[in-house]
């Protein structure tokens, strides 16, 4: 009896001190609003970006990685805040379909890959249901106030038609970050950088643009030189293929450019629809992330951010 009565003593000393060690490993980083992000979701995030970009987990990675995570875990936790008021819902295709995407057709080794390396893929699910919601979410809240100005593109066209027989297109891809009013943008630069240097710029989309190109690697596709605005194609036309551009400034964001490819082609007047096509669609996406940021923003500046 009295044996057994020490096996129980030992194994409440056992379970207590694991209870407290886990309470340290795992404390509050940062709280936003009610919501808070743990050292646990940190780590996670931050060894999720870092393997699933191919790079070692080492602390002078993790160092490199720390501030961009921990934002973009805040905008999380914002995010999952405004869609629960509206009560955003998904279905489980439209999770499959950006599964699909964002694991290239294996989901199964990719889900697999989460397995190996000890991270949490459910963490990971919520957070890709969370970045489907908030693009339902600003789409409900301002689809109406989506207006092209149709004279503009129509203008563009008519410069198109005029053009040589042969027109410039670059292939283009970006990396849209959030910012704040006090954010080092040249540490910004080279923590970035840095990363796509030892991954892609692929990679680094995926992990930290909020564009709704994300999910794609980034990837706009291929650009008329005559859909970009005058400044942009000062950027654009000097690059050269694989470079990256300097951090372009709009409002709350920053955003960085790749060419990974140019071309010249002939100008068939008979494209012209889908010319336009592209116009307007371009148009909206510009549109929508303005709306996406600015909402952000405005939850942002109206919330309660703590650091522990």
């Known amino acids: 009896m009295l044996n057994k009565f020490k096996i129980i003593i030992i194994i409440l000393i056992f379970y207590l001190f694991n209870a407290n060690l886990y309470a340290l490993q795992n404390k509050i980083v940062a709280k936003v609003g009610n919501a808070t992000v743990s050292s646990y979701d940190l780590k996670n995030k931050i060894k999720t970006s870092l393997v699933l970009s191919n790079q070692e987990v080492n602390q002078n990675n993790i160092n490199k ?7 973009s875990l805040i905008n999380l936790r914002i995010k999952e805040i405004e869609t629960s008021k509206y009560n955003i ?56 106030k989506i207006t092209i100005d149709e004279s503009e593109i129509d203008k563009n066209i008519e410069k198109i038609k005029n053009q040589k027989l042969k027109k410039k297109q670059f ?14 943008i040249s540490s910004l ?29 980034g990837n706009l596709g291929w650009i008329d030189t005559m859909s970009l605005s005058k400044d942009m194609l000062k950027i654009i036309e000097k690059m050269k293929l694989g470079e990256i551009s300097k951090p372009i400034k709009k409002f ?13 082609i002939d100008n068939n007047i008979a494209d012209v ?11 909206k996406n510009e549109l929508f992330k303005l709306y996406s940021n600015n909402h952000l923003s405005k939850k942002k500046n109206n919330i309660f951010i703590e650091f522990k």
């Open 252 to 264: 709350n964001t920053v955003t960085f450019y790749t060419v990974s490819d140019i071309r010249e």
């Open 89 to 144: 819902q998904l279905n489980k295709k439209e999770i499959f379909e950006q599964l699909k995407r964002i694991s290239l057709n294996d989901i199964d080794s990719f889900k697999n890959k989460f397995k190996i390396n000890g991270l949490d893929y459910n963490i990971f699910l919520e957070e890709l249901g969370t970045e489907l919601k908030w693009q339902k979410l600003i789409f409900s809240l301002y689809s109406e």
């Open 189 to 217: 630069e080279i923590e970035l950088k840095d990363f796509i240097k030892k991954t892609n710029f692929d990679e680094a989309a995926k992990k930290f643009s909020i564009s709704p190109t994300a999910s794609d690697g």
């Open 171 to 184: 292939k283009l891809s970006e990396i849209e970050i959030s910012i704040e009013d006090m954010t080092d």
């Open 273 to 283: 629809e889908k010319i336009r096509e592209s116009f307007v669609n371009r148009a």
């Open 65 to 71: 990685i720390k501030n961009l995570s921990l934002n």
